[in-house]
């Protein structure tokens, strides 16, 4: 099945920074990549997700880029704000017969601590 | 839209009982997903259910059970609770469960003791 590894386990910067989170997932025929953000006592919130059809996306100061050929995929966070701080968590749709049937398969999560 | 809904929020069980849990979708999805999320294992997919079919499973135990109804609400039920158990019980609705958008409910945190 389906595997992601997500890096690093925790980040901290200072506000204005950018931040990059990366991972990989193994079987290359999944063609879903969602983020999620989650804050303390709430559900995943999803921020950005793309593609396999993409390489790229971008929200405001969010952005995911995609490598298929490498089989990873990155956030990026620009101009962080002490609002950011959460856990971010991506995902990969792990595929049985080319269908997904709701199952996503996540990455271990990222401890972002934006500092003011 | 209302969001996804889960009742309820919080549960505090003993060893050997049995608990249900509930999740609304959002207005218009029929696609269910159930996720455990504890600190050692992260988020793992339970099962997902779309109309009123179980079409997904994850590697759980069969302890743990779920249903859907017409309306596409789901419950899941854990039986003869372990200690393990403990964890926050998510779900997530989407329109069709195919490669869809997945939005998530707050959660039930469920205690065993």
């Known amino acids: 099945g389906e595997n992601v590894e997500q890096h690093p386990s925790t980040l901290s910067v200072q506000e204005g920074d950018s931040a990059v989170i990366k991972c990989t997932y193994s079987d290359s025929a999944s063609n879903y990549f969602p983020w999620y953000k989650q804050e303390l006592g709430k559900g995943p919130q999803l921020i950005i997700d793309?593609?396999?059809?993409?390489g790229e996306k971008k929200d405001q100061r969010i952005a995911v880029t995609l490598n298929k050929t490498a089989k990873h995929f990155s956030l990026h966070i620009t101009e962080t704000q002490p609002e950011d701080s959460a856990v971010y968590f991506c995902?990969?749709?792990?595929?049985?017969?080319?269908?997904?049937?709701?199952?996503?398969?996540f990455g271990q999560g990222t401890i972002l601590t934006v500092h003011p | 839209k209302a969001g996804v809904t889960q009742t309820p929020r919080y549960l505090i069980k003993t060893r050997g009982q049995q608990v249900t849990l509930s999740c609304s979708p959002i207005?218009?999805?029929?696609?269910v997903s159930w996720y455990q999320q504890t600190p050692g294992q992260g988020l793992q997919f339970l099962f997902e259910?779309?109309?009123?079919?179980?079409?997904n499973k994850g590697n759980f135990p069969g302890r743990f059970s779920g249903r859907q109804f017409s309306n596409s609400r789901s419950e899941m039920n854990v039986s003869t609770l372990e200690l393990g158990d403990s964890a926050l019980y998510l779900c997530?609705?989407?329109?069709?469960?195919?490669?869809?958008?997945?939005?998530f409910g707050p959660g039930t945190r469920l205690t065993v003791l």
């Open positions: 995902a990969a749709s792990s595929l049985i017969g080319g269908t997904s049937y709701g199952k996503l398969t």
């Open positions: 997530a609705s989407s329109p069709s469960g195919i490669v869809d958008t997945q939005y």
């Open positions: 793309i593609r396999s059809n993409v």
């Open positions: 259910y779309f109309s009123e079919t179980q079409r």
């Open positions: 207005s218009g999805h029929r696609s």
